[in-house]
């Protein structure tokens, strides 16, 4: 029953699996896209709407509640020096972290919620946050293209190459602010 649904709803499903599974249900849809199974540029768009949508409801979540209400939830508890330690790096680092979580599996949701809780502007939450989107669906539709193709056909492309090479820059700069902003402060903190 659920395999027929799936079939005949692929893109509400998809959809779905975004809403709700983020980046574990997009790598598969980019490479099914990549390979000609389901259409790629609707797996684009729906992954920017649906993860768009996610995101926002967790800011407005984030809205609703202060670093202290997170820290006394009865799960979170072992986490709590934790919780306060990015906590604080988000009162000074939000959106540069926002955008950096789109890259570290497991931390999309807490970066939203955060962003939430520091009261961040939600223009610049939005535009970085898509930005984080686009990106990420960037460099998996980068990856996925060299899965599927050889490295010399792909590169044979410029605008392919461009696509290729976008991400390097980004992640570069994003890498060298948070080192510059959160790890070496730290480190003559001491």
């Known amino acids: ?60 979540l984030g809205r609703t509640m202060s670093a202290e209400k997170i820290s006394s939830f009865k799960i979170l508890k072992k986490y709590v020096a934790k919780i306060a330690i990015l906590s604080n790096s988000f009162k000074s680092n939000g959106l540069t972290l926002l ?10 949701t807490a970066a939203q919620i955060l962003c939430g809780v520091h009261s961040i502007n939600f223009v610049k939450y939005f535009f970085i946050n898509i930005s984080g989107i686009l990106a990420l669906n960037i460099f998996f539709l980068t990856l996925g293209m060299m899965v599927e193709k050889s490295f010399a056909q792909f590169v044979e492309s410029p605008t392919r190459l461009w696509l290729a090479l976008l991400p390097v820059p980004v992640c570069a700069v994003v890498l060298q602010t948070l080192f510059k902003k959160l790890i070496w402060k730290k480190l ?3």
């Open 1 to 60: 029953m659920i395999y027929h649904f799936i079939s005949n709803n692929i893109y509400s499903a998809l959809f779905i699996g975004l809403l709700f599974g983020g980046e574990t249900a997009l790598l598969p849809a980019i490479y099914f896209g990549i390979s000609g199974v389901i259409n790629l540029e609707a797996v684009i768009g729906i992954s920017i709407i649906a993860t768009a949508i996610s995101d926002t409801f967790w800011y407005y």
């Open 99 to 108: 955008f950096f979580s789109k890259f570290v599996y497991g931390t999309r």
């Open 188 to 190: 003559f903190q001491l």
